[in-house]
């Protein structure tokens, strides 16, 4: 995820820096995800550990300990909502095309482990042999014990909330092209049928996309886009203290752009003035991890959630 992509754009500073009153909060509703602290957010279910955004991946995580699930959502082009990170199926897959141009027949066929190799993540230079679940998706290899071959390919988000009724997700809309069709209406109803509420995180790259999903549902607390993170970044440089994003639960934000710093202890602290949580991807190194709980941050998303559980551990830091 990238949404401070273009953090200092061409008129981003001029349109982004907002009038605010210096240590004055304006009143926000109650933020579940402020108590919720400091949660261990598997990226993609923890891709280095883990094939991308499949079922395997959220079980194991979830049985490592990780707190939250993050997860992508793209739509077919028969409109069924399916999990996975790129608009394309060509980096995990066996299979090749915009996700937007295939069917869920076509989806289904796909093996979304062709490329895993443990410890390394997605990866396309390994040997032949490091590929221990290629083939497990299509019926070429058995499933480990107690999974099965459906835990390897591309899921739905139906299935993935439906194996995941309790635990916390944060979704992303991955919805990027501008000739595709917007889905964020049957997302929202979806996660209405599943009485999804303050459990959920919805964000995306597209503050446009944020906007619409709630213009569906209000009940699901999200995260904003790159234009307005961007936006309360700026108004806390200096003696600033962010500016109110209504309705928004949580920031998700880099450390750091292009060199700049984005979350700092001022940061952090003007965020939860103003009543949202921070947290930061994708973080996969142990000193940062722990640079980042010494600031303060309510989360950490990483594609390596035994690491992250063990730091958390260490220090004895539960959610």
């Known amino acids: 995820m990238s949404r401070l992509t273009g953090l200092l754009g061409a008129g981003a500073v001029a349109a982004a820096l907002i009038p605010t009153t210096a240590g004055v909060a304006a009143p926000v509703a109650e933020n579940p995800w402020l108590e919720r602290r400091v949660l261990n957010i598997a990226h993609q279910g923890g891709e280095i550990e883990a094939p991308s955004d499949t079922l395997y991946a959220f079980k194991t995580a979830a049985d490592k300990g990780a707190d939250v699930l993050e997860l992508d959502v793209h739509a077919t082009a028969d409109g069924e909502l399916v999990v996975l990170h790129d608009t394309t199926v060509d980096r995990t897959t066996n299979g090749t ?18 490329w895993f190799v443990p410890g390394c993540g997605t990866c396309h230079n390994g040997a032949p042999g490091d590929y221990v679940f290629r083939g497990v998706a299509t019926g070429e290899r058995p499933a480990p014990d107690g999974y099965t071959a459906a835990d390897f390919r591309i899921p739905t988000l139906r299935e993935v909330l439906e194996a995941f009724p309790d635990v916390l997700l944060n979704v992303e809309i991955k919805r990027t092209r501008p000739e595709t069709s917007p889905y964020e209406r049957s997302m929202a109803e979806l996660l209405r049928e599943f ?43 200096g003696p600033l203290t962010g500016i109110t994003l209504h309705g928004h639960h949580a920031l998700q934000v880099p450390p750091s752009q292009s060199g700049i710093p984005v979350v ?16 930061v991807w994708t973080i996969n190194d142990r000193a940062e991890m722990e640079r980042l709980i010494d600031l303060g941050v309510d989360g950490i998303m990483t ?15 539960g959610t």
């Open 97 to 114: 095309g915009r996700v937007d141009r295939l069917t869920l027949v076509q989806i289904r066929a796909l093996d979304a482990a062709h």
């Open 195 to 237: 009485g999804r509420g303050t459990d959920t995180i919805v964000a995306s790259f597209s503050d446009s996309a944020v906007t619409r999903f709630k213009l569906y549902n209000r009940d699901v607390s999200t995260s904003p886009g790159s234009e307005q993170a961007t936006a309360f970044w700026l108004n806390t440089l």
């Open 264 to 279: 700092t202890a001022d940061f952090v602290a003007d965020a939860h003035r103003r009543g949202l949580a921070v947290h």
């Open 303 to 317: 594609d390596r959630p035994t690491l992250l559980e063990q730091v958390l551990d260490e220090r004895g830091i």
